[in-house]
């Protein structure tokens, strides 16, 4: 029996130029990519470059603290429920005709605070809400 003898030689691959195409991939990628984290979010009140508007008398304001607590034309709610909003806004609803609502709140209020004045004004049947707006020079976002 006779055997061959491979006198070819085996190919070989040569990873140095793949591996650094691959670094710089890598290095891109690393460079290109933004990392955040949607539970570390600032928020702060919007900023609008408006003139002031003159204060109408169907102007119900409604303001929210930063712990929660509400006032409405600048008379403080007992309480904080949806139930006894709405009352309060019924009070103040029905001294004007056709009222709108305007929501003042701190920028570090809850955002269920917000939520119950706005389903309160719902209750009690006033469609007309807007909301407040700091009046600045530009926006101060990080």
């Not at 408006?50 to 509400?70: K, L, M, Y």
């Not at 103040?92 to 709108?100: L, Q």
Request: net charge negative.
């Amino acid at each position: 029996m006779k055997f061959r003898q491979s006198s070819e030689d085996e190919p070989e691959i040569n990873l140095i130029p793949f591996i650094d195409v691959l670094l710089v991939i890598l290095i891109f990628l690393m460079l290109s990519t933004t990392y955040s984290r949607f539970t570390e979010l600032q928020v702060t009140l919007p900023v609008a470059n408006a003139d002031a508007t003159r204060e109408r008398p169907a102007e119900i304001i409604v303001s929210v603290a930063a712990d929660g607590r509400a006032s409405i034309d600048k008379q403080a709610v007992e309480g904080r429920s949806v139930e006894i909003l709405a009352l309060a806004l019924r009070q103040a609803a029905s001294e004007r005709k056709d009222p709108v609502v305007i929501i003042s709140a701190d920028a570090n209020a809850a955002h269920q605070s917000v939520v119950n004045v706005l389903d309160a004004a719902r209750r009690v049947g006033l469609a007309r809400i807007t909301f407040a707006a700091q009046v600045g020079q530009g926006s101060s976002a990080p």
